[in-house]
């Protein structure tokens, strides 16, 4: 290292321990250096090493994370926005250190405007929370990922799940945000109204953002009326190919089907084990239909007789509120009973996405990638709008499993942007996909990512070493 080099290091040492310290004087027990909480607020949910902050805050107003912000901003900081710590892609690492901004304490539900089926939420709120809230309005945030995770970081890696092949990801459902820039200005994008054509779409710009435009303080929310009937079940097939099949008639058929999930085989005997629910132990797609109760008769009789064509059925059905929510909870912890089932075994769960037409092509190939390698492993998906998850099971300390399961990961990648789809549907980019996004988007298009990401952020401070790859050379 040249002396140049090391005068920078320490004057960039210093100016973290002066910011730290000033953070820790204004914010006292909302401000911590433990070790064991910053490791916490790092990378927990996937195969990537554990890269903690330097620090924990946890601001309780926007006006606190303006002073976080420009506290660190100028002192050259590096700032991590955190959630609740559920994505799957290395989001919340902190490679370069810095402060993670903790929002979880700002949870208040600031509006809710029934007559305009919209509301206002501070990011820490969850979705569990949002809804429990609503319950007696008559009102439902649809947006679903399987964990309880906060609308900040749901809106922060535009989160899907399964109610989205009939309501959207959070890009259709967020109207709005408030967000608190990386040198301490606060914008404010969009409003509650349901359309506008007035200048750069700012809104989707955030949505999706992982956190490295700024940190996001509030968020207005499409809400939707509770369905006057809900009727869900499952239904078995042969092959995951059949079921795939089902899926892709069901949705060129135009049944306003509300959910449909796949489970292949190895999926629904640990969801059967650790749920203990009782689901045939075959590939599986399970459903749920919304609105009148002479419209859901009509959409599960339809898809019935796309089922039975295909060798499915037959469908059982879960009739009460309860019995639906305990089948899809069971959906919901699939990722922690393949867990259960494969004791000693690193996991994570990874995501492609692919038009619905090349859905059944996609997995299928998938799968049989996985069986080739010998890595064993389940599916399971949100296949209505052609998204499925792989959750792949070996052991970390065998090299050979490592190189396997990368190579199956890289081929997932290539084959899903081959058929015209994406490398994630839903987890986002984080650390873990950024070298595959200059095969699916290219560098013309990474370039005006990266010139968004100077002109808001030059001193690549929110949330550095996320989304986007160094340039080629």
């Known amino acids: 290292m040249t002396v140049t080099a090391q005068q920078d290091r320490r004057t960039a040492d210093e100016g973290r321990e002066t910011a730290l310290a000033a953070l820790q004087r204004r914010f006292g027990e909302r401000f911590t250096l433990n070790r064991t909480i910053r490791e916490q607020h790092a990378n927990t949910l996937t195969w990537q090493g554990n890269q903690p902050p330097d620090a924990v805050v946890y601001p309780e107003t926007t006006a606190e994370v303006v002073e976080i912000v420009r506290l660190c901003a100028a002192h050259k900081v590096p700032m991590i926005p955190y959630g609740t710590g559920t994505s799957l892609e290395g989001h919340v690492n902190a490679p370069s250190g810095g402060v993670c901004i903790d929002t979880s304490r700002m949870k208040q539900i600031i509006a809710v405007n029934a007559e305009d089926l919209d509301c206002v939420v501070e990011p820490g709120v969850t979705r569990k929370e949002l809804n429990e809230y609503l319950r007696d309005s008559g009102l439902f945030f649809p947006i679903d990922p399987g964990a309880d995770a906060s609308i900040g970081g749901m809106t922060a890696t535009r989160a899907s799940g399964t109610n989205a092949v009939r309501y959207g990801t959070m890009r259709e459902n967020v109207l709005a945000v408030e967000a608190v820039l990386p040198d301490g200005r606060v914008i404010h994008t969009g409003s509650r109204a349901r359309k506008s054509s007035a200048g750069y779409d700012l809104t989707r710009l955030f949505v999706g953002s992982e956190g490295t435009l700024g940190v996001i303080t509030k968020i207005t929310l499409r809400l939707h009326g509770v369905p006057e009937a809900i009727s869900a079940g499952c239904c078995p097939f042969p092959t995951v190919h059949a079921a795939c099949d089902a899926t892709i008639q069901t949705i060129q058929s135009g049944i306003p089907v509300a959910r449909i999930e796949l489970l292949d085989v190895a999926s629904v005997r640990s969801v059967n084990a650790y749920s203990k629910i009782g689901l045939p132990e075959t590939p599986l797609l399970l459903l749920e239909f919304h609105g009148s109760g002479a419209s859901v008769k009509e959409q599960a009789e339809r898809f019935g007789e796309i089922a039975e064509a ?26 922690w009973a393949a867990r259960a089932a494969n004791p000693g075994m690193l996991t994570f769960a990874t995501d492609a996405c692919v038009p619905i037409s090349r859905l059944a092509d996609c997995v299928a190939e998938t799968m049989q990638d996985l069986e080739r390698i010998g890595i064993p492993g389940g599916a399971v998906g949100h296949v209505g709008d052609g998204n499925f998850h792989v959750q792949p099971f070996f052991d970390v300390n065998d090299p050979a499993q490592r190189a396997a399961i990368e190579g199956f990961l890289e081929r997932l990648a290539a084959r899903a942007i081959a058929m015209g789809g994406t490398c994630t549907g839903e987890h986002g980019v984080g650390q873990g996909k950024m070298k595959f996004m200059a095969a699916e988007h290219g560098e013309d298009a990474l370039d005006v990512m990266r010139a968004i990401k100077t002109a808001i952020d030059p001193d690549n401070l929110m949330n550095p070493g996320k989304i986007l790859p160094p340039r080629a050379a």
């Open 310 to 335: 295909l060798g499915g059925g037959p469908f059982r059905w879960a009739t009460s509120p309860e019995e639906r929510t305990r089948l899809w909870q069971a959906r919901h912890d699939a990722y």
